[in-house]
T-cell receptor
Framework: DAKTTQPNSMESNEEEPVHLPCNHS???????IHWYRQLPSQGPEYVIH???SNVNNRMASLAIAEDRKSSTLILHRATLRDAAVYYC?????????????FGGGTRLMVKP | GAGVSQSPRYKVAKRGQDVALRCDPI?????LFWYQQALGQGPEFLTY????????KSGLPSDRFFAERPEGSVSTLKIQRTQQEDSAVYLC????????????FGPGTRLTVL
């Protein structure tokens, strides 16, 4: 799987938007961009995924660059419960059963 | 509905002991994954099952690690002759067949080897 690069940590104020960046310059045409997050003492949980177009769901939005070499996870109003490690992961759409390859992720701290 | 459950949640073992970690996936989920997460790092893949077939075990770090899923539902990860470097959180995840959309993770088992 292609590699992703994320900042080690970010800080945000409560109720403000948060933009978490991810670089994936070697992404292939069949790679989906997935985001998972891991709250303290829990297993990771799925947040969102996309291929080319921007995506929205109840948890977040995913903005994908036109050349697909980077993406941004957007939390519209951060809450204290959003404090977690956020992982950006590429998954090959042609390999439905493949594992997730986690990097170091971005630790998001939310200040009240 | 019920999510993925793992037991025990915490396990302390003396070096050299054998341990068995259990995973109960979401009912009907065909795919099951085991991951190992060292302190301060992201999870790393260990092995993958589709039903009872172990299709990928490339991430198992040594022949002391063994996983099984005999009836295609519950899975057990066994570690023989545990070493201190085996101390980690072991995560289990399940997903629907042919689904690259989402893996559902359990809370993990924290293994400490003394």
């Amino acid at each position: 799987d292609a590699k992703t690069t994320q900042p080690n940590s970010m800080e945000s104020n409560e109720e403000e938007p948060v933009h978490l960046p991810c670089n994936h310059s070697t992404i292939s045409g069949t790679d989906y961009i997935h985001w998972y997050r891991q709250l303290p003492s829990q297993g990771p949980e799925y947040v969102i995924h996309g291929l080319t177009s921007n995506v929205n769901n109840r948890m977040a939005s995913l903005a994908i660059a036109e050349d697909r070499k980077s993406s941004t996870l957007i939390l519209h109003r951060a809450t204290l419960r959003d404090a977690a490690v956020y992982y950006c992961i590429l998954r090959d759409r042609n390999n439905a059963g493949n594992m997730l390859t986690f990097g170091g992720g971005t630790r998001l701290m939310v200040k009240p | 509905g019920a999510g993925v459950s793992q037991s025990p949640r915490y396990k302390v073992a003396k070096r050299g002991q054998d341990v068995a970690l259990r995973c109960d996936p979401i009912s009907g989920h065909v795919s099951l994954f085991w991951y190992q997460q060292a302190l301060g790092q992201g999870p790393e893949f260990l092995t993958y099952f589709q039903n009872e077939a172990q299709l990928d075990k490339s991430g198992l770090p040594s022949d002391r690690f063994f996983a099984e899923r005999p009836e295609g539902s519950v899975s057990t990860l066994k570690i023989q002759r545990t070493q201190q470097e085996d101390s980690a959180v072991y995560l289990c995840a399940s997903s629907l067949a042919d689904s690259y959309n989402e893996q559902f993770f359990g809370p993990g088992t924290r293994l400490t080897v003394l």
